[in-house]
């Protein structure tokens, strides 16, 4: 309806606009594509088919927000970014520091790593009552549970056959046990990892 009334009135009057005009030849050739009935939900494109297109250079834009220069996203800056990884890293590296003190024998980094805050970490997040516990005490409290020690051991004694070496030093020593598990509740973030592991359970 629109179109047939555009295409009479264009030969009575000059709209002046031809940005009008190409719009009305570009429908005019859509139009003829599209299938419509009563029986479908959306227009069917499948005849559709794009041939070509043209990108304009349309100068520089101006990417301000607002004209008196206030933002309500602050722009992020050097101080802090990374901060996160930089902490993580930095947890890491501690953790092999400490590890390498405790155990003996010629054992790479990667192992230690894998061992204490992948293996050992890793099974005692599973562990329901050291989450209730992490939940509801004080770090210093969870450090001093039995439950956290039996938990360790038998963790310990889970990962002997993937990490006999360790393992077997972990299980003849009490020093290490504990060297463990202060390493385990510092840089390892055990604790942490337990509670915000309980909390989200919570919600």
């Known amino acids: 309806m629109a179109r047939g009334v555009y295409a009479f009135l264009s030969q009575i009057f000059d709209y002046g606009n031809t940005e009008i005009e190409k719009r009305f030849l570009f429908y005019k050739r859509l139009v003829a594509l599209l299938d419509f009935g009563r029986e479908r939900d959306t227009v069917d494109l499948s005849k559709v088919v794009l041939t070509h297109h043209t990108l304009k250079n349309r100068g520089k834009q101006t990417m301000g927000l607002r004209g008196d220069g206030e933002y309500k996203l602050q722009p992020m800056d050097a101080v802090g970014s990374g901060s996160v990884q930089e902490k993580q890293e930095a947890y890491l590296t501690e953790i092999i520091e400490l590890v390498n003190g405790l155990f003996e024998g010629d054992l790479s980094t990667g192992d230690q790593l894998v061992y204490v805050n992948g293996v050992l970490k ?80 919570a919600r």
């Open 122 to 201: 890793g099974k005692l997040l599973e562990n329901e009552t050291l989450l209730r516990q992490a939940a509801s005490n004080s770090k210093e409290h969870f450090a001093n549970s039995p439950d956290l020690k039996e938990a360790m051991l038998n963790a310990i004694m889970d990962a002997l056959d993937a990490h006999q070496s360790m393992s077997t030093q972990a299980l003849g020593s009490e020093r290490v046990r504990d060297g463990l598990r202060d390493i385990l509740l510092g840089p390892g973030q055990l604790y942490e990892a337990l509670k915000q592991k309980a909390e989200h359970r």
